[in-house]
Every structure is written in C-alpha cells, then in structure tokens.
C-alpha cells in the first residue's frame, strides 16, 4: 500500500479575499527556497488510523496550534508522482503564524557525512492569498486551495 499523508487546508476571511495558512518546510535544502516549496501542515499516519484524527494531530505537531472545532470540510485526495495518497480537510479558523513551533527531527547533514543535526519539521508559517498559495505550494498540493476557492467562492 502506498504511504498516505493527511492535513489541513485552513482557511479565513479577514476581508473580501480568501487566504489559507501554509508551513515552511525546515531544514538545510530549504532555506533559501521560497517557491513551489510551502505546504499544507500534514504527515503520514498508517493505514489503521482516522485520517482526520491524523491530520489535526499533524496540525498540532508542525504548528504547535490546535485546530480541533470547525466544520472539517473533504478535499479530494491528490496523488504525488511517487504514489503517495494525501488525504485534506478543508476547515476555517485562525492561528497566529508568528507563534509556528514544530516539532524536530534527526537528519544527516551533509548528506553521508555522518553528522546529525536536529531539524525543525517547519520552519514558520504564513497566511496567503490564492494566487500567492498556489505559487507557494508544492505543484501537487494547488488543486486543493482550488478545491476550496470552488466550494467557497463558486461561479
């Protein structure tokens, strides 16, 4: 069975635009990268668990926020080249990106140096319009805010 990922696709309407909070990836490889790289807060969870269990726990631990009320709306999963399934809800409310802590993991660094540093999952967070999200976003990751915008902004 491929690997299945699960999150949140969190959205608000300070104004007349929509905006939806994505996470920075942590670590060496992307620092300087901004484009094509942000995401929504997910992480794998194995095939005996709930789905959206999984992705408000992965909200919690790439964020340091809960986001546990809300009508939890259903994206269509996408699927990534590498047969990786991602499985979103879609759910408005608010979280201070200022205040992102995420939890850490060991990576070795340089690459088959043999050193290990700790990385943070995500690095910060960011609340985007539309058309900066789908810039941001990992290329497979824009059909869910499109997704969205058609559930909430139709026609």
Same mark, same amino acid.
């Given at each position: ?17 929509? +905006? ?6 942590? %670590? ?10 942000? $995401?929504?807060? !997910? ?25 546990? /009320?809300? +009508?939890?709306?259903?994206?269509? $999963?996408?699927?990534? !080249?590498?047969? !990786? ?16 802590? $995420?939890?850490?993991?060991?990576? +070795?660094?340089?690459?088959? $140096? %043999? ?5 943070? +999952? ?13 810039? !941001? ?8 805010? /499109? ?7 139709? %026609?």
């Amino acid at each position: 069975m491929p690997k299945q990922s699960a999150g949140i696709v969190l959205y608000r309407k300070p104004s007349a635009l929509l +905006e939806v909070f994505l996470v920075h990836p942590g %670590g060496p490889y992307y620092v300087k990268k901004d484009l094509g790289v942000w $995401s929504i807060p !997910k992480g794998e969870f194995q095939s005996d668990e709930d789905p959206l269990k999984a992705a408000k726990r992965e909200f919690k631990e790439e964020t340091g926020q809960h986001v546990a /009320e809300g +009508e939890f709306m259903p994206l269509q $999963s996408i699927k990534y !080249k590498n047969g !990786k399934l991602i499985h979103a809800w879609a759910v408005e409310g608010n979280v201070d990106a200022e205040k992102v802590v $995420s939890n850490t993991f060991k990576m +070795e660094y340089p690459y088959k $140096s %043999g050193k290990w540093i700790d990385v943070q +999952e995500v690095d910060r967070g960011g609340w985007f319009d539309l058309a900066t999200a789908k810039a !941001k976003l990992i290329p497979a990751q824009v059909a869910l805010v /499109e997704e969205l915008a058609s559930i909430l902004q139709p %026609g």
